[in-house]
DNA sequence: AACGCCGCCAACCGCCTGCAA
DNA sequence: CTTGCAGGCGGTTGGCGGCGT
C-alpha cells in the first residue's frame, strides 16, 4: 500500500503562484511564522496550496535572505568541490552558499557547471597526466576553511592539508626543517613551497582534507563528519598546526 | 512572421528520515 | 516495537523565453 498524499490534489491549486498568493504566504509568515506545521498552514493562510508547496514557495523564493542573480566563480568554485566530493547532496552544498537555496544550486549544476566542469576535465586530461585525487576538497576561498578543532582532529585524523591556502591570508610557508622530519622522495615546487605532502595534488586555488586511519576521508561534507562542521573561520588554527608532522 | 530547438528555472513528485503516539 | 505523519531532500518535469533558421 502506497503513501497516501500530503493534500488532495483536486482541492489544492497548483502551477506557478500569483503575487497575490506570494502576497498571502509571506505576510502568514513574517506575521505567525511557519508554526511547525506547513500542512496546516495554507488553510490559515487562506491560501488554496498543498503545505509542501508554500514551504517551496517559501524556502526558495520568498525567504528575506534569498540571494538572486547569477552565481559567481567563487560560487561556482564551491559548489564543483564540494559536488566532486559529496555528490548530489543539494542541501549540504547550498548551506555553504549565503542566501542561495538547495533548488537554485541544483538547477545551476544541471544546467551550467555540469557541462563546465566536463569540458574543463577533458581539457585537463589532454594537457595534463598527474591524476587528481577526487578525495581532496576544493576551496576557492580561505572563508571556506573547516573550522574544526584542529587539535582534536590531530589524534584522530590525519590532515593533508595544501598550505598554499595560506596565501591569501599571507601566511608564512611551514619551515624546511619540519618538512624534512617527514617527507622524502621528490616534490613539487608547489609541495616544497608549502609545505604540501607529496601525495596530495594541486588541483585549484585552495582545499583541505583529512583522512582517518582507515583511509577514509573527511572533510566539509562526508558523512561520518559531524553536521555542526563549520566553515567560518580558524585559518589561524590551521596556520599554527605543523601538519608535516601528520602526513600519511 | 512562423516554427522548432534549446536552456533556464519554478514547481511537482515521490522517497527517506525523524519523531511522536 | 510499530505505525503514521510531517518535513526534508533529490530527481524530474513542464512552461516560458530567447535564438536561429
Redesign the pocket.
Known sequence: M???P?CD?AKVK????SPEEDTLLKNYIQNHGTG????ALPHKAGLKRC???C???WL??LRPDIKLGGFTEEEDNIISSLYVNIG?????IASRLHGRT???V???W???LKKKLSLSHNTSNATTTSAVPINQIQFSSPTYLPNQEIGHYQTIYKPIVDHSMMVDYQQTPISSDSKSNSVNGNMSSSQENWGLSPNTSLIGNNYASWSDNAGRVMDSGSDFLTEEFDFRQVLGEVASFDYSSQWL
Open positions: 502506497g503513501r497516501s500530503c490534489k497548483r502551477g506557478p503562484w511547525g506545521n506547513w500542512i503545505g509542501k508547496s514551504r517551496l514557495r526558495n523564493y548530489s547532496r543539494w542541501s549540504v538547495d533548488n537554485d541544483k538547477n545551476h544541471n544546467t551550467k
